[in-house]
Structures are given as C-alpha cells and as structure tokens.
C-alpha cells in the first residue's frame, strides 16, 4: 500500500492545451488559423517546464508523419481530427472542435514513453522552429542543439547562422487552409471569454516559475 502511494506521488505530470486561434495572412486573399500551444509538466524529460508557442494544423499532419517514421510504425497513433474541405474561419464550432481535437491528440501522444524520446515532438511543441528547421535540428545539421532551440523559445526564431542576430519575422507556408478570409477576423474574438482564465492561470504559473 505504501508502495503504491509513493508511485502516485513521484506520477509526473504532462498538461497541454489547445487554444487561442489567430487568423494569420498570407496576403489580401489567403488566410490560414494557427493555435497556441501550451504545455505546464514536471516531467524531466522536458528540460523547459512551461511554454507556449503557435502551430497551424498542417504542421500537426506533419508531426504525425514525422512520429510515425521516426517509431518505425512501433507505435499506432492517435488520428487527427479529419481535414474538412469546407472548413471556415468564420465557423466558431468547427474552430471549436478542431481546437479538442488537437488537443486530445497531443494528450495521447504525450503519454507514450517511446514518442516522448523523439526530438522533433520537443521541437515541435518547445520552440518557434519551423517544420523544416526542426528536421535538420534533430538531425544535427543546424549549429545549434535542440536544447538550445528549446531555451530560447519566446524570444526569438531561429532561421540560419546568419540570422541569430536578427529580429524573425512571421513567416506563412503556402497551404492556406481558406483562400477567403473577408470578415472573418471576428471569429477569434467570439472564443476570447473560453480561454481568458485558463490564460491568466498559465501567466500565474510563469511567474512563480520565474520567482524560483
């Protein structure tokens, strides 16, 4: 009985979330959603215990991809939530349920010791990489570690040796997800009253990771 106490004490702790969509545009006509990513963990396989970063749904499809080779098909992954050819920005509930189900997959993912060892799912989840950057990361190809890249998430993007210095801009992949994107900046604003409190617990958890 003792035994089994101590085990769920030392139980370490992964909680990520999916939340606040941003529309993001390519140009006058193309348009796409990214979310935030939010992860809290005790656990000592992530050397940053709190962070957040942004991640549209074609770079999730190319996590999965990633995922699965790197495991050699060891592991069966959880499905994304299906891509819908009329999916649209101005659809609170289809952001909605698109939000949960990336959720739910990253929730599921996180729980898998083998998958938890892949670089490219640190990268993907701690750092402003790009999918590109985070293949030659993990690679080694870059002049920086995944630890590095890791560290220096929230403060600036990295994208070649020339570049540290410089300030990133936001960079869009051509896969837009809705080429109409007229009227639709509102949409965001319909979820803000969801997430306001799980964004201020998540400020209060930072702070007091700072303190110490």
């Not at 490219?120 to 701690?126: A, E, G, K, T």
Request: with cysteine; proline share 3%.
């Amino acid at each position: 009985m003792k035994e089994e106490t101590n085990s769920t004490e030392n139980q370490q702790v992964i909680s990520v979330w999916v939340r606040d969509p941003r529309i993001q545009k390519n140009d006058f006509w193309h348009a796409y959603l990214d979310y935030e990513i939010c992860l809290h963990t005790d656990s000592v396989c992530f050397t940053k215990k709190i962070s957040r970063v942004r991640r549209r749904f074609s770079e999730f499809v190319w996590l999965r991809q990633k995922l699965q080779a790197n495991s050699l098909l060891l592991v069966h992954l959880p499905e994304l939530p299906p891509k819908n050819p009329f999916f649209s920005m101005s659809n609170v509930q289809q952001i909605s349920d698109r939000m949960k189900g990336l959720q739910t997959f990253l929730e599921q993912i996180l729980q898998n010791p083998l998958l938890l060892s892949d670089s490219c799912l640190h990268l993907f989840l701690q750092s402003q990489l790009s999918v590109s950057e985070i293949e030659a990361c993990a690679a080694g190809k870059t002049h920086y570690s995944v630890a590095q890249a890791v560290q220096r998430c929230g403060r600036r993007r990295f994208h070649s040796d020339k570049d540290l210095q410089r300030e990133p801009s936001m960079s869009c992949d051509s896969d837009s997800e809705c080429s109409d994107c007229k009227d639709s900046e509102h949409t965001t604003e319909d979820l803000t009253t969801n997430r306001a409190m799980s964004s201020a617990s998540l400020d209060v958890m930072e702070a007091g990771q700072r303190k110490d």
